[in-house]
């Protein structure tokens, strides 16, 4: 078990990328060189990256420590899940037998509570007993839930007995945040002696995707050099702009020029390697999830003419956190398409411990190559075994679905790595 990455047929077909080709050639070196980098920077509890792959480039443009969609894994994919929550529950609190779920305060969404039961059934299949507690002030007593999928999930009133967290008698030594903290650190979870994972600091109220990427791109640095490729082919360029407020059309100037001397560095990147394509960048909210306070910018002039509608709409995320603080980053096109209607598809990846342990499709058929899918109207495509088999076939055709899964993997654990060093 080499690389702890699955083998996998997509639906999806593609051309055969230089960079994959150069990642199999040096699959020993890359695997050595993660291996020692996990021995120095243990990796997060769990996490997943969101990938473009625009044919020329394969890189991260997102890295959620909270992830939310266990329940669009394959089924397949247990086992691997199953293996890695032991790993992980190993080196964080080795004699844990339980563990309590924290749960994000949307509750109502199904498709999250899906999510959620899933996780807490791969506890349980790996001899881990888990319950899911929730921060809800109107949850006071516990709450069982319908699911689509014909499952229940139990939602539990959390409550503090001095320095711990409990759900009635029931308090574990493990505490696993599945709530990204959007709206605050909560009181009831501040000081307690329990072992929490992912840490309370990895919560949006204080990470900021702008750390994140300065991580990532000293990463990618270090990873190029190791197998002789520009980083540039594996992460997006991005600038961090403070102080900006669109209600009130501050910080625009900061903002326009950032976004100017972005799209000129892409163009000579484009101009480098002779990619026919119009450069551009995504604006977004430095912490914060869910798609929320970002578009797409071709050029300066569109963040100088934002009309009312676009700067309300920029001004504030999830839980109605104030954007006030944006990164400008690199835009990565998306050459992956699902189905008869050519829908634009990104994979997201999905991880325990240093493992891969699946991903799917993230897909839009409203959505354009250069505009972001974590949007109202997606939907998921889960990724499928080929066979049980978890290193890439070097034999195969190179266009192949493991091959390009490899790739994959590779650089969503380099992003695992750059939110190790964050969390470190």
């Known amino acids: 078990m080499t ?7 997509t639906a999806l077909q593609g051309p ?12 020993t070196q890359v695997e050595t060189w993660l291996r020692q980098q996990w021995l120095e920077t243990p990796a997060p509890f769990y996490a997943s990256v969101d990938l473009r792959n625009a044919g020329f480039k394969l890189a991260p443009v997102d890295t959620n420590l909270f992830p939310a969609g266990f329940n669009n894994l394959n089924s397949a994919f247990m086992p691997l899940c199953i293996q890695a929550v032991q790993g992980a529950v190993e080196h ?31 506890f349980e299949q790996g001899g881990i007993e888990a319950k899911i507690g929730s921060l809800r002030e109107d949850i006071t ?35 696993l945040l599945n709530n990204d903290l959007s709206g605050g650190r909560p009181e009831i979870l501040e000081n307690i002696k329990q072992q929490v994972t992912p840490p309370l600091s990895a919560g949006w109220s204080t990470r900021k995707k702008s750390d994140h990427f300065h991580h990532y791109h000293e990463v990618a640095d270090e990873f190029a050099k190791q197998i002789d490729i520009d980083p540039w082919l594996v992460s997006p360029m991005s600038l961090q702009c403070g102080q900006v407020n669109f209600k009130d059309r501050e910080g625009t100037e900061c903002l326009s020029s950032h976004v100017a001397t972005l799209l000129k560095a892409i163009q000579q990147k484009y101009d480098q390697y002779g990619i026919d394509k119009e450069p551009f960048v995504v604006v977004k909210s430095d912490s914060g999830t869910y798609g929320m306070g970002i578009m797409t910018v071709k050029s300066a002039d569109e963040i100088t003419n934002l009309n009312r509608k676009q700067r309300n709409k920029m001004s504030s995320s999830k839980e109605g956190l104030i954007v006030d603080n944006v990164l400008v980053q690199e835009g990565v096109y998306t050459f992956e398409t699902i189905g008869e209607d050519d829908a634009v598809a990104e994979p997201v990846i999905y991880m325990m411990d240093r493992f891969v342990v699946g991903g799917f499709y993230r897909v839009h058929t409203g959505r354009g190559e250069n505009e ?27 266009d192949a679905e493991p091959n390009r899964f490899y790739a994959y993997g590779v650089i969503a654990r380099l992003a695992l790595l750059a939110a190790a060093r964050e969390l470190a």
């Open 3 to 9: 690389s702890g990455v699955p083998h996998l047929t």
């Open 16 to 27: 055969l990328l230089h960079l994959e080709e150069h990642l199999l050639e040096h699959q």
């Open 92 to 122: 964080i609190c080795p004699k844990a037998q339980k563990v309590l779920i924290v749960a994000e305060n949307h509750t109502r969404n199904l498709f999250y509570l899906e999510s959620l039961e899933t996780l807490r059934q791969i």
């Open 141 to 175: 007593e516990a709450m069982e839930v319908e699911l689509p999928s014909g499952k229940t999930c139990l939602l539990e009133p959390l409550t503090r007995q001095e320095d711990k967290i409990a759900i009635g008698d029931y308090s574990p030594c493990l505490v």
């Open 372 to 398: 972001n899918l974590n949007a109202p109207g997606m939907h998921f495509e889960p990724l499928a075994f080929a066979q049980s088999c978890v290193t890439p076939n070097k034999q195969d055709d190179p």
